[in-house]
């Protein structure tokens, strides 16, 4: 499995209407998770979160919260931003640009948000597109990432998971964990101790 870390600069470039991090000069972290709402690993993050006042935002697949609507509401009672990350987590690059559209369109009846995510990184230019109208939201934002965890690899170990957070987190930084089964092994040892380490050299974490 083959993936970047850290987002290289001329990636950035080629998609420069697309949120991959913040300029700042203040110690801020992005936190986000994806895939959930998940009934173990999404309460086990917002206990987590609460620890040290922690903001993120989560990128929820509608059908998810549709059978976990109590830990979706959850996230949002206690402040934290949610975004689209389509009905059925539906890759952009294997899926006909209408049925795509559709199905971000559907999520968007139960998440009320601008902000958008497509599934592996993936989607398509006619897709692009068609997000603020499926989203219903003219300021509609597709939100990408500077750092990713890859914590949903199975092959990776919990060590090298959290290395991989702390080696290319800098101020600003968009990070993807992912609330969900598979990543769970990897994100319950790196969440706390990733936290803990950036909270003691005076880094805040709030949501997009």
């Known amino acids: 499995m083959q993936y970047f870390i850290k987002t290289p600069w001329w990636l950035k470039k080629i998609y420069p209407d697309r949120l991959w991090d913040i300029a700042t000069n203040e110690n801020i972290i992005y936190l986000t998770f994806d895939d959930g709402p998940h009934p173990v690993a999404t309460p086990f993050v917002l206990n987590a979160l609460k620890k040290y006042n922690a903001k993120a935002t989560f990128f929820c697949i509608g059908k998810n919260v549709l059978q976990y609507p109590a830990i979706y509401n959850r996230i949002l009672d206690e402040g934290h931003q ?85 080696s290319k987190t800098r101020p600003g930084s968009i990070i993807v964990f992912h609330d969900s089964e598979k990543a769970f092994p990897r994100l319950k040892y790196t969440l706390p101790v990733f936290l803990e380490i950036f909270a003691e050299k005076g880094y805040s974490f709030h949501s997009l």
């Open 82 to 166: 949610v975004g689209n990350h389509t009905q059925h987590h539906l890759n952009g690059w294997k899926t006909h640009t209408t049925i795509y559209l559709a199905d971000v369109a559907e999520a968007s009846t139960y998440i009320n948000s601008n902000l958008f995510r497509p599934p592996y990184g993936r989607i398509k230019a006619s897709q692009v597109k068609g997000i603020g109208e499926s989203l219903k939201k003219k300021s509609a934002k597709i939100v990408m990432w500077d750092v990713l965890s890859g914590d949903f690899d199975e092959s990776l170990s919990k060590e090298k998971c959290l290395n991989n957070v702390i």
